[in-house]
């Protein structure tokens, strides 16, 4: 079976229906019945606006990164994206081919 990891970036301020996009999409992938999924919250970054985003003692609000990561089968990932794209119709999203190490069994 061949694996995959999404991934997706947003921003601290990016929401959707009244909460945080990524909470929303952490939500959703966990309904989906999707393996895993981490959300990163990045100290730096910028996109296509070429602003950089950073970290600093002297802003008083924020517009941190953040990356979202789901990994399971490409299949199952590749069935939800069009859903994903309703909750993030602009947000960058990223497929990559993974290899599953499993974990040492407890014997």
């Given amino acids: 079976m061949k694996y995959v990891?999404?991934?997706i970036y947003l921003s601290e301020?990016?929401?959707y229906k009244g909460k945080s996009a990524?909470?929303?999409?952490?939500?959703f992938l966990k309904n989906a019945g999707i393996a895993g999924a981490t959300v990163h919250h990045c100290i730096a970054g910028y996109g296509v606006d070429h602003i950089i985003h950073?970290?600093?003692?002297?802003?008083?609000g924020s517009d941190l990164p953040?990356?979202?990561?789901?990994v399971d089968a490409?299949?199952?990932?590749?069935?939800?994206?069009?859903?994903l794209r309703q909750i993030l119709p602009r947000?960058?999203?990223?497929?990559?081919?993974v290899e599953i190490i499993p974990p040492?069994?407890?014997e």
């Fill in 54 to 60: 950073t970290a600093n003692v002297l802003r008083l």
């Fill in 22 to 27: 990524y909470h929303a999409v952490i939500e």
């Fill in 74 to 83: 490409e299949d199952k990932i590749r069935a939800i994206i069009p859903e």
């Fill in 13 to 15: 301020k990016d929401t």
């Fill in 66 to 70: 953040i990356i979202v990561q789901a």
């Fill in 5 to 7: 990891i999404l991934r």
């Fill in 91 to 97: 947000e960058l999203m990223i497929l990559q081919d």
């Fill in 104 to 106: 040492l069994s407890k």
